[in-house]
């Protein structure tokens, strides 16, 4: 009588999203395949069938957190243009948004990785770049909405004053990481005061 192969019981999204937090808390080199097994509750048998080693699982982690930011960044971008908010406000939202939660790792996984990586690991460079593109291209279009409507400074080009923010919220992101506490309403206010028109 044949074996049918054992039915896959679990959910890859959700398996690598617990996996995705236990990298985002301890780094790519401080997890070890025996940790991603307890916390994914998968035996490692059926991991390695289902998602592959720990190289490829980490790109996964990458992947999921790519796109689980950047579809919270949309939606909370929505919310405020659906409330009337300036794009200066959306802006702030996007430069300072999840630094000081509480209920997640501190820093961001992607800063993280560049951290861990540098330009080591051509496929791990490739995921930070994908991200850092995009939300770059989200936070230089809702600087083009403030040029446009005059209420945001045009002596720069949208791209650029983006690339200036997005180094900024790293720079932020890796002080807290380190365990320093940075005043980000601080931060917000000398921002809004250089961008507003």
């Known amino acids: 009588m044949k074996h049918l192969p054992a039915k896959k019981t679990f959910s890859d999204e959700q398996v690598i999203e617990l996996i995705m937090r236990l990298f985002w808390q301890n780094g790519y080199y401080h997890t070890s395949m025996d940790e991603i097994v307890v916390t994914s509750g998968v035996k490692k048998q059926s991991l390695y069938n289902a998602l592959g080693d720990k190289h490829t699982i980490y790109l996964k982690a990458l992947q999921r957190y790519h796109q689980l930011t950047l579809t919270a960044c949309a939606q909370a971008m929505q919310s405020l243009e659906q409330a009337g908010e300036t794009p200066l406000t959306v ?17 961001d996984l992607m800063a993280n990785a560049v951290a861990e990586f540098g330009a080591s690991d051509a496929t791990v460079k490739q995921a930070t770049n994908q991200f850092y593109e995009d939300y770059l291209t989200l936070l230089a279009s809702v600087i ?14 949208s791209m650029g004053l983006a690339q ?13 990481r380190q365990g320093q506490q940075p005043n980000i309403d601080q931060r917000q206010h000398a921002w809004r005061q250089f961008l507003q028109k």
Request: proline share 2%.
């Open 164 to 176: 200036s923010l997005l180094e900024a919220r790293i720079g932020l992101q890796t002080r807290i």
């Open 91 to 107: 802006l702030m939202m996007l430069y300072s948004r999840d630094l000081t939660r509480t209920d997640q790792p501190t820093g």
């Open 144 to 157: 083009l909405k403030g040029q446009a409507n005059q209420t945001i400074i045009n002596t720069e080009a």
